[in-house]
C-alpha cells in the first residue's frame, strides 16, 4: 500500500504558510517529492527545532 501524499498546496495549507516558502522549507529539510510530498515527512516537520516561525502567514 502507497504512503499518503500531500501537493505543495496541502503542505502549504497544513503549515500555514504560503506555498514558495513551504517550498524553500520543504528543500532545506531534504524532503523531497515523490509524486508528491509523503504526509508522515510533512508532518515530522512540527516537531523538527529550529521550525521558521516568522514564515507562518498572519492570522486574518
Not at 524532503?31 to 498572519?58: A, C, F, H, N, W
Amino acid at each position: 500500500m502507497q504512503e499518503p501524499v500531500m501537493t505543495l498546496a496541502e503542505v502549504a495549507e497544513y503549515l500555514e504558510i504560503k506555498p514558495d516558502s513551504a517550498s524553500r522549507l520543504l528543500r532545506r529539510h531534504g524532503i523531497k517529492p515523490q509524486r508528491g510530498y509523503l504526509r508522515t515527512e510533512v508532518e515530522s516537520l512540527e516537531r523538527k527545532p529550529g521550525r521558521r516561525t516568522d514564515l507562518e502567514k498572519d492570522s486574518p
